[in-house]
């Protein structure tokens, strides 16, 4: 009998991409809350979806550097289990629910890449970077306070797709309101036999459930954001037109579950 | 409406992680030949397929230097496109039929991965590399040619999983005993909803369809291999007891298809039924 949650299935359930559910993160964000093309997000959006008439264009990136645990010290090996990622979420509305939804995502690490398919995150490979604070003050240290400013950017496969940069002007109290809404999600996977190619195996609508989500040391600012065009993309259609504001904070947070909304599949 | 034959799914599809079938690969190869014990990698094989008994533990270790097209020209984006990979084959039967079963797979690549997942390979991440040869005689152009030596190694997470090598020694028409089984894979796809972890939402054995194949410029020769320990892979549990013939090929071929040999999550939720129907006969 062979083991493991997601491929590849072996013997003792090591060589899995990833360990089972619960899946714990720890991590820093860096982030532009901003404006875009309400035509644009409104493209992005899967069958189920619908635009939000109270904040349509509405947008929001993130850059985030992660540490994953599961059941077995998985933090404990940094090369296989740390990794950053990048992702835009745009607002929309499931039926009559205000949620966001996450069009596009990027990860630098394969176990990443696995845990987000089978959540419904369209995950793909970049380089993702983001300034760190350290504790030991100097020009270089960048630390969590009124004036720091801390850049981020990702690309793929040798071109850049985000350019983002952050200047903290002030401490805030409720972190978590950026993460009012629930994230909404795809989980798509195709079938190759032919005559099957365009009718998926899973094609659910499914909203992601956190469980003890923390935020701490949040600090909202100046926020600058670009997407320079990029062949194979179509990130740079959602390009701001008006920033609203820059921050940065710590959070955590543990996956269990997963709720689908609506089975699209055949 | 959203387009893309894979995530993500957008406006134009340009942003798919693939595109859609049919595809075309071209490439080179190096692979070596080992046996290892058929006790131990008869745990590798899902529910259905067996060791093949006339060649228990015969297994090939394939590196792969490749370029992908579909039917946008996508070769001429060579940072996205071209990828490297490693797979382990190993010989197996299904229903009477000679295969090849592909317990691991790794490549450099996203696209290469997804398009791993959707064939049945499992593949994970791994930095691959190999010995290239070029036209121009040099100490450092790796000629095919008698006594020419060709490297390959995987790495995943900084840890180095398998090392190979090849030595030329003749120029063969036919690749003899090699990859003359249909590869056999499975595509696996989980839930995460609350206790539907062990269900997977896909869950099929399915046999590769290759239109095409093409093998050229093939040399066989010596092979060494070994599978370092690692952790968090198991690869090394089909390491080599012992080594047979290595060799280097370029080939080429297109996928539009694949067969479905047997869908797991029915037999799974069968099993279930009988299990239910036998208590309430009880």
């Known amino acids: ?266 | 409406m959203l387009k893309g034959f894979t995530a993500p799914r957008s406006l134009l599809g340009a942003a798919a992680l693939v595109p859609s079938p049919p595809w075309h690969f071209a490439g080179d190869v190096l692979a070596v030949e080992f046996w290892n014990d058929p006790d131990v990698s008869v745990h590798t094989l899902p529910t259905g397929v067996e060791l093949d008994k006339k060649c228990p533990g015969h297994s090939v270790a394939l590196f792969t230097d490749y370029q992908f097209t579909a039917q946008n020209n996508e070769y001429l984006d060579p940072a996205r496109y071209q990828s490297r990979g490693f797979s382990v084959l190993l010989d197996a039967m299904w229903k009477g039929s000679r295969i090849a079963w592909c317990p691991y797979c790794y490549a450099d690549n996203d696209a290469a991965l997804m398009r791993g997942w959707i064939q049945g390979y499992p593949r994970k991440f791994g930095a691959v590399h190999q010995t290239r040869t070029f036209a121009t005689a040099s100490a450092a152009s790796a000629p095919l040619a008698h006594g020419s030596r060709f490297s390959a190694c995987m790495s995943a997470h900084d840890r180095l999983l398998v090392q190979a090598r090849v030595t030329l020694r003749e120029k063969a028409e036919r690749l003899v005993g090699l990859l003359d089984r249909r590869i056999v894979g499975r595509r696996y796809f989980p839930r995460l909803c609350a206790g539907m972890h062990d269900k997977p939402a896909v869950d099929e054995l399915v046999r590769c369809v290759s239109d095409h194949l093409l093998i050229t410029n093939i040399w066989i020769g010596e092979g060494e291999l070994n599978f370092p320990e690692a952790y968090g892979e198991e690869l090394e549990v089909l390491g080599p007891l012992k080594v047979g013939r290595g060799y280097r090929f370029s080939f080429s071929y297109s996928v539009t298809d694949i067969e479905i040999l047997a869908d797991l999550t029915a037999q799974q939720s069968r099993l279930i039924q009988k299990a239910r129907s036998g208590l309430r006969q009880e």
């Open chain 1, 1 to 266: 009998m062979l083991k493991g949650f997601t491929v590849p299935k072996s013997p003792f359930g090591q060589a899995a991409l990833t360990p089972p559910p619960p899946w714990h993160y720890a991590g820093d964000a860096v982030g532009v809350e901003f404006w875009t093309d309400p035509d644009a997000t409104a493209a992005t959006l899967p069958n189920g979806l619908s635009r939000d008439p109270k904040s349509n264009g509405h947008a929001v990136m993130m850059f985030l550097d992660w540490q994953f645990t599961a059941q077995d010290d998985e933090y404990l090996d940094p090369a296989r289990y740390q990794y950053r990622e990048a992702f835009i979420l745009v607002d929309a509305m499931y039926c009559d629910v205000p949620v966001m939804w996450c069009p596009y995502i990027y990860v630098d690490n394969d176990a990443a890449l696995a845990r987000g398919w089978t959540q419904g995150f369209p995950k793909k490979m970049g380089s993702i970077f983001q300034t760190r604070s350290y504790a030991a003050s100097g020009p270089a240290a960048a630390p969590v306070a009124s004036g720091s400013r801390f850049g981020a950017s990702l690309s793929v496969h040798g071109q850049r797709l985000a350019e983002a940069c952050v200047t903290m002007h002030k401490p805030v109290e409720n972190g978590l309101f950026l993460l009012s809404r629930p994230t909404v999600l795809l989980r798509y996977f195709p079938r190759l036999a032919a005559g099957y190619q365009d009718k998926p195996a899973v094609n659910e609508l499914a909203m992601s459930i956190t469980d003890n989500l923390t935020v701490a040391d949040a600090w909202i600012g100046k926020g600058e954001l670009k997407f320079p065009e990029a062949n194979g993309e179509e990130l740079d259609a959602l390009a701001p037109k008006r920033i609203e504001s820059g921050f940065r904070y710590s959070l955590s947070y543990s996956v269990s579950d997963l709720k689908i909304l609506e089975d699209h599949g055949s």
